[in-house]
């Protein structure tokens, strides 16, 4: 399923607090010159439209979000969104999420990084592409905080099997853990628009939680 249209953004709209390219980043990695504080930081991959970026930064005022997301239009789009609701604790940056992992986040850097729905790829020539790959998994673990999390969600059931039986063969991180699924309290109340319209035509979504040791 596409991804649908997305409105026009606001060319008149200052998006220097919230979009950021990777040439912007700091090197070396303090995230203090990102968000002007030490906070616990979190990264979601593919962050498309930014419903969980506003979602969570909205409900963790005391955390820090990086969304990283490649195409550029969903990047710029998101960084509105934040603009807008005057979210602070949230930045967009327009990048290629494996290079940051393993070009610039040190060790021990995030409390968690997100994973929602990525490109499953679905021609065997081409699943070599996939973000879930074993160097990523790697990086993700290097990264993360003792006990920080790994979430992943897919509506692809192969994907999901063939990557928790990867991280179980290069990783040492503890999962995967049940995701409890609660009912959605409004018509927003989702973690991103791929979770919103697979739920509304009751489509299989997958999900695993992982705990660094």
């Known amino acids: 399923m596409g991804r649908r249209s997305l409105r026009k953004v606001d060319p008149l709209l200052d998006l220097t607090s919230h979009l950021k390219t990777f040439e912007q980043l700091p090197r070396p990695w303090d995230a203090t010159l990102l968000f002007g504080r030490q906070a616990p930081l979190e990264i979601e991959v593919g962050s498309g439209k930014g419903l969980f970026m506003r979602g969570a930064a909205a409900a963790c005022p005391e955390r ?110 503890n999962g995967p853990l049940e995701v409890v699924v609660r009912p959605a309290e409004h018509d927003m109340d989702y973690r991103t628009h791929f979770e919103r319209r697979m739920r509304q035509i009751n489509e299989p979504i997958y999900r695993a939680e992982f705990r660094k040791r």
């Open 64 to 173: 820090d979000f990086l969304g990283i997301e490649i195409a550029a239009k969903y990047a710029r789009f998101s960084a509105a969104m934040l603009t807008k609701r005057g979210l602070h604790n949230a930045i967009v940056v327009q990048a290629d999420a494996l290079r940051i992992f393993s070009e610039l986040l040190p060790v021990a850097a995030l409390q968690a990084v997100h994973i929602y729905f990525p490109d499953p790829w679905w021609k065997k020539r081409h699943k070599k592409r996939r973000v879930m790959r074993e160097s990523f998994m790697r990086d993700v673990e290097r990264t993360l905080l003792t006990n920080g999390t790994l979430h992943f969600w897919t509506d692809v059931e192969e994907y999901f099997h063939t990557t928790l039986g990867l991280i179980a063969s290069c990783t040492g991180l």
